[in-house]
């Protein structure tokens, strides 16, 4: 702006924009709401003519309120290093503390969330809105239209703007310096699993029901591929290899964060553990869904067997293996006399139900 113009100038925004012979125009205009807009003053500058004060009328002053927003959201498409994913349905009871424990991560870069709502019927979008303050860069998004957490993590990497997407679940609670720490390992790695720890969301008698598959490394499939895998919730990846395959399965309710790692190690990348980004992990508690979960799981192992199997190879002495199984579920009914004992032999017996039905249900056998 002109001398005689510069102190009123600098107390406004500037920003410039290409005319159509290539030339810039330069808009001034005030950076915070105006208390009268109409008496807001627009100096515009071009080449050849004269600055001259104009003033706006509320048509202006909203038309130009709406391009710094639009400038503002691109410098943050630009800058955006990283979105967390997080499906949610129904987690009213649980979705606080996740969101309260990333309220207290710090990273040098910037970072947003986004909740993705799959059609919760409870409170848990009111829990949600609680954080808008703590958590900035917090956006809710409905993808409602299909239930499955693959369909929501899908749904919230189509609108993020980071460069990398971390997936967390609604139920389990990041460890503090969990942000730093995956941010800084995807400089070097494409796709990542962060450690679990099972013993700080858990009762004693609970933990010990199941082996943390995440203690000190990610998990191995025991049929072909025979690759790693890890649980979905701490999975992080550039989000250029996300959308190389695809994202994840939808058609799958279950393990599709198996298959995922499976495709994302087929198309060339390795799964890198990330043992200093934990995630407290909780467990089911209830004895109907310590079962069903171990049922599920068992079933869909044999349904990523099937898919993923060469053609005409078979796993050796399959059958022979499930029976040991049996008959290992019989003799540790010794130890349901503590309440850790019952709920592990449940976990057993779904295990080995939803094997048989898999073999059965996809006819292969069961592995």
């Known amino acids: 702006p002109p001398a005689s113009n510069r102190s009123r100038a600098d107390d406004f925004g500037a920003r410039h924009f290409p005319k159509s012979n290539g030339r810039p125009i330069t808009f001034y205009y005030r950076s915070s709401t105006p208390s009268i807009p109409e008496q807001t003053s627009l100096i515009s500058s071009d080449i050849g003519t004269d600055c001259r004060r104009q003033f706006l009328t509320l048509k202006e002053f909203f038309f130009l309120t709406w391009v710094r927003a639009i400038v503002v959201t691109f410098d943050n498409v630009k ?15 649980t979705i606080g503390a996740q969101l309260e424990a990333l309220a207290q991560q710090r990273w040098s870069e910037p970072w947003e969330v986004i909740a993705v709502d799959n059609g919760s019927t409870d409170d848990s979008l009111a829990v949600v809105s609680r954080f808008a303050e703590r958590l900035p860069q917090l956006r809710v998004i409905n993808a409602s239209e299909k239930q499955g957490a693959a369909h929501a993590r ?20 990041v460890a503090p310096g969990w942000i730093a720490a995956i941010g800084e390992a995807l400089r070097q790695h494409d796709f990542m699993a962060s450690r679990f720890d099972t013993e700080k969301l858990n009762p004693a008698w609970l933990s010990a029901t199941q082996t943390n598959p995440q203690k000190d490394g990610v998990q191995k499939a025991w049929y072909p591929p025979y690759l790693a895998h890890a649980g979905g919730c701490g999975l992080s ?51 109907r869904r310590i079962f069903n979960q171990a049922r599920r799981w068992a079933e869909y192992n044999v349904l990523m067997y099937k898919k993923y199997r060469p053609p005409g190879v078979l796993m050796p002495h399959a059958w022979q293996r499930y029976l040991r199984g049996i008959r290992y579920l019989l003799w540790s009914l010794l130890d349901t006399h503590t309440k ?15 094997r048989l039905q898999g073999s059965i249900k996809y006819r292969v056998h069961p592995v």
């Open 79 to 93: 800058t955006m290093k990283l979105s967390v994913i997080i499906p949610c349905y129904n987690v009213a009871n």
């Open 154 to 173: 899908n749904a919230g990497a189509r609108v993020a703007i980071g460069d990398c997407l971390a997936f967390c679940d609604a139920d389990d609670v």
């Open 237 to 287: 990846v550039k989000r250029s290899l996300h959308e190389q395959v695809g994202g994840f399965d939808e058609s799958l309710p279950l393990l599709e964060d198996t298959d995922y790692c499976f495709r994302i190690q087929l198309a060339g990348a390795k799964l890198y553990f990330a043992g200093d980004a934990v995630i407290y992990i909780r467990y089911r508690n209830e004895s």
């Open 340 to 354: 850790a004992g019952r709920a592990a032999w449940l976990w057993r017996l779904g295990w080995q139900i939803g």
